[in-house]
């Protein structure tokens, strides 16, 4: 199982290639994978950035816990563009969001899955319902129907951040069916603790994805 962490800020829109130029240029030059760091994604969503570096193991665990290799000259170069999102921030680490749920199915992982990124805004204090909410479906059958192979929340202040990974060819089959009526009721669930981030811009299940604008996979 791929170990994640989740840093989110604050991006200037428009401003994706800019920040994905930068990450492609040190990925290239430099090799991650020696830290441990085996991935990564960037995404955005309404003003916010997102970065998901992938580890094989929890640096815990690995003692592999150093930044990349090129921490501060990324740090400089996109600092026009990536500032931090708490209002609490004072060092980098308070830009990485906390994992408060975490599951996955047992057996056999998927041969391929793919990888989604929900963002919403949480209400304060509410992890542990929304984590309630979430472990009595996934205690269900629904993950099976829907081609679930893990989903991880975290929080940062207000902001939700849910990793969900499915069966390629499930989702691609099913493009995805939120007309289950056990998947309605999990938004119901939700609806008191979640809201989009951006409610203006809403309008649908889709509004609330967020887009990946570069990604990155060590090949050794």
Not at 13 to 20: A, K, N
Not at 169 to 190: I, T
Request: proline share 7%; aromatic share 10%.
């Amino acid at each position: 199982m791929v170990f994640r962490n989740v840093i989110v800020c604050r991006m200037v829109p428009g401003s994706e290639e800019t920040v994905g130029n930068v990450f492609g240029h040190y990925d290239r030059t430099t090799r991650p994978q020696d830290l441990g760091v085996i991935g990564r994604y960037l995404l955005s969503h309404n003003g916010l950035y997102i970065h998901i570096i992938e580890r094989k193991q929890d640096p815990k665990v690995s003692g592999q816990n150093r930044g990349l290799p090129a921490f501060q000259k990324i740090a400089e170069e996109i600092g026009p563009y990536v500032t931090p999102y708490p209002s609490y921030w004072q060092k980098a680490s308070d830009s990485v969001a906390k994992e408060f749920y975490h599951w996955a199915p047992d057996g056999e992982r998927p041969s391929e899955t793919r990888l989604q990124v929900i963002v919403g805004r949480i209400k304060p204090g509410a992890e542990p319902d929304v984590a309630r909410v979430f472990a009595e479906s996934d205690a269900g059958s629904l993950p099976a129907e829907m081609g679930v192979a893990g989903r991880w929340l975290y929080s940062i202040e207000d902001v939700y951040v849910h990793l969900l990974e499915q069966d390629t060819s499930v989702a691609e089959a099913l493009r995805p069916d939120h007309r289950k009526p056990a998947f309605a009721k999990v938004m119901q669930d939700l609806a008191q603790y979640i809201s989009p981030f951006a409610p203006e811009k809403w309008q649908n299940h889709r509004d609330s994805l967020a887009t990946v604008f570069y990604h990155w996979q060590a090949r050794d």
